[in-house]
């Protein structure tokens, strides 16, 4: 006996598989981060990056996990380019570094945390702009930048960022809006 669905279903079916596949959550999904707690801590006083953020941050880019590596070669919980974890080793004068360790949590997120605080610095507090740099890299947005002088950080990326970028920066803001509701004891 065949049964046979109406397309609509199929298609329901189909954008709950893709949206599974690619990791879309509501910001009431946002994952426990919580045993890192003491490294975003420790790294947002040392960076005075706000710590809601950092963990958005995270639970975009790996979602807690300290072993994700992606495509590109990105490693650990803040996703690092080995590259650019050697320069902010260099920076902070991290003489024991070495690429093999970027999957220890404490090092990656002190890392990360440096990485973005340069990037805020870089783009005035921009957080739309320091989050696309840490994403697609600050050339590109200065780019896109000068390319929409007129409108906001966020509408700039909107309108001139990647589709990933794009992503990236509403899936970091919507975790740090769940982790700062959190933070404050609401449900």
Known sequence: MTIRLPAAILL?????????????????????????????????REFGLDADLLRGLMAAESGGDPEAVSHAGAVGLLQLMPATAEAEAQRLRIGDYAEARLTEGALNVRLGASYLARMLKRFDGEVP?????????PSRVLRWREAAPDVSAREVI?????????????????FRAAYAKRSRGSP
Do not use: K, M
């Open 12 to 44: 329901l079916v189909a954008v709950i598989a893709a949206g599974a596949w690619l990791g879309w959550r509501r910001a009431s999904d946002a994952p426990d981060l919580s045993r890192w707690d003491a490294e975003v801590g420790a790294a947002a």
């Open 158 to 174: 909107e309108r001139e960022g990647f589709e990933e970028t794009r992503r990236h920066l509403a899936r970091t803001l919507r």
């Open 129 to 137: 702009f320091a989050l696309a740099a840490y994403n697609a890299g």
